[in-house]
């Protein structure tokens, strides 16, 4: 997923599951280890180069639960969305005025923060849930 304004960019991958050899979840015995997601985020501002960071910061339910609340915004069924994630502290905003939507990634790693906002339209919403999707597509919740 990449998203921009007009002087910073931030950019996620998902480069693995945090432990790939846990066993999946079974009926009643949800395995939390099976679904931790490792990231790798690369930040930019106009001026500096690309800092890159590798972290597991979102388990795949709550990456699905950023795609939907964000889906409702789209959809018109909501109109303001704050997640809290905290490990690291990752801080994500949407709020749709009329025909747009302000949507901001606050993203925290040891004392570097990042912070990318910008308003889209419409398309440009579809566009970054689309993307999350695929990340998320990649790495079902097991």
């Given amino acids: ?50 800092a890159v960071f590798r972290e597991s910061f979102l388990m795949t339910f709550e990456l699905q639960d950023l795609i939907k609340e964000l889906q409702k915004i789209a959809d018109g069924d909501a109109y303001y969305y704050k997640g809290e994630f905290i490990e690291p502290v990752l801080e994500v905003e949407a709020t749709r005025q009329r025909d747009k939507v302000l949507v901001s990634f606050d993203l925290v790693f040891d004392n570097y923060e990042m912070m990318v906002a910008d308003t889209v339209d419409y398309e440009g919403l579809l566009r970054l849930i689309g993307e999350l999707q695929e990340l998320a597509d990649a790495y079902p919740e097991r």
């Fill in 1 to 50: 997923m990449r998203f921009s304004n007009f002087e910073e960019q931030m950019e996620w991958k998902i480069l693995k599951y945090q432990y790939p050899e846990a066993e999946p979840s079974v009926p009643g015995n949800y395995n939390y280890n099976a679904n931790w997601l490792t990231f790798q985020v690369s930040h930019e501002r106009e001026g500096y180069g690309p």
